[in-house]
């Protein structure tokens, strides 16, 4: 769960990210106003927990890229199916999207800081990045 570190109260939303706090049994965002519709969430693939909001659901896990349910053959799909999220937050940790491509030839969502480590490490047939 490294590429969560300092990001622990952070709410992952489509459109956008917020930063919150937990103060008197609610969720309050950076301006100290309520934030409605937080669902804590957890990872299938890497366990872990995280929080979304409900109505502007984040469908990929923001530690490992899962994403549940959806498979993409071609990288065309992946990259129309991420269109228009907020990835912002990653510079906060100096990270990247990052698209893999599976030996299965499925393609994947990643992040990472170094793109080329990745291709090195042998263990995706294809990277690439946006």
């Known amino acids: 769960m490294r590429n969560l570190v300092g990001l622990e109260m952070v709410c992952f939303a489509a459109s956008r990210h917020v930063m919150m ?3 008197g049994g609610q969720y309050l965002d950076d301006q100290g106003q309520p934030l409605e519709g937080v ?3 957890g990872c299938f693939s890497c366990s872990a927990a995280y929080f979304t909001l409900q109505g502007d ?14 498979r993409f053959d071609e990288k065309e ?7 228009g999220f907020d990835f912002s937050w ?9 698209y ?5 030839g499925d393609w994947q969502l ?6 080329a480590a990745m291709e090195r490490s ?9």
């Open 21 to 23: 706090e937990y103060e």
């Open 39 to 41: 669902l804590d969430m």
């Open 57 to 70: 659901f984040c469908p990929y896990c923001p530690n490992c890229g899962f994403i549940d349910r959806k």
């Open 77 to 83: 799909g992946l990259v129309e199916f991420l269109r």
């Open 90 to 98: 990653l510079k906060r940790n100096r990270l990247q999207v990052i």
């Open 100 to 104: 893999v491509q599976t030996f299965d």
């Open 110 to 115: 990643r992040f990472g800081a170094d793109p």
């Open 122 to 130: 042998g263990q995706f047939r294809a990277v690439s990045t946006p």
